[in-house]
Every structure is written in structure tokens, then in C-alpha cells.
């Protein structure tokens, strides 16, 4: 299909590169990301386990250790959202593709209405 072409042509490592988080508060650490995350063609899961998009990790180091395990969704032609959450919380980032780099905004949520968003690009490097 066209979409696994797309996400086989995304996969791999991506060098993050976030801005300033702003707008309502959010729980200590959410607006701390990975600096690389690695997209795999493998199924990811949504909150409840169940099959849902392709794999999405964080890959660990001394920050970014709230998200590890996400999905990622390919949204039309040069579209990407990439999502871990938990339920509670999540953060979400939504971007334009192109072979080298992905550039949006990346979205803090909670359940009790904290909110905050920060411009972000993501560029493609060497796996760990």
C-alpha cells in the first residue's frame, strides 16, 4: 500500500528539536522530549494495547523519560501525527513530512485541561 511505502521510507532515528512550550500548566516533565525518536514499521498499540498505527519509541537517555512507547499515523500525501499517551496525559506532535525532516507543532495534554504547544522539527540522524 501507499502508506506502508511512506512509513518504510520514514523509518528509523529523527533528531528532535523543540521550542518553547507555552500556554496552561501541564504535569512537571510532559514538555520534556526525547532528543531522538525512532519511527518502525511494526504495529503500535493505543492505551489500551489493541493494534493501532506503526511503532513510535523514544529512545532513552537522561531526558525525555516519559515517552517510550507511542504510535505514529500517516495522514495524507506529506502529513505525520506521532502520539503517546497514557489517558491522563499525552503529547501529540503533528507535522509536515519530507525524507529529511518533519516540521509542526508539538501539543502537551492532560485530562484536567492543562495544555501547552511548542513549535518542533524533527531531522533525520543515525540510530543510537
Known amino acids: 500500500s501507499v502508506d506502508a511505502v511512506r512509513a518504510q521510507a520514514l523509518a ?7 521550542g518553547t512550550f507555552k500556554g496552561s500548566t501541564v504535569d512537571s516533565g510532559m514538555t520534556v522530549l526525547p532528543t531522538v525518536v525512532k519511527l518502525d514499521t511494526l504495529p503500535g498499540a493505543d492505551i489500551w ?6 511503532l513510535l519509541l523514544g529512545l532513552p537517555d537522561t531526558t525525555g523519560r516519559y515517552y517510550r512507547r507511542g504510535f505514529f499515523e500517516l495522514k495524507g500525501a506529506n502529513r505525520i501525527r506521532l502520539i503517546w499517551a497514557s489517558g491522563f496525559t499525552s503529547m501529540s506532535i503533528d ?5 529529511e525532516r518533519m516540521r509542526g507543532t508539538a501539543q502537551a495534554w492532560t485530562d484536567y485541561g492543562g495544555e ?3 513549535p518542533i522539527t524533527l531531522t533525520r540522524t543515525t540510530c543510537p
Open 116 to 118: 501547552q504547544v511548542a
Open 95 to 99: 507535522a509536515t513530512t519530507t525524507a
Open 12 to 18: 528509523g532515528c529523527w533528531a528532535v528539536q523543540v
Open 49 to 54: 494495547g489493541k493494534p493501532f498505527g506503526r
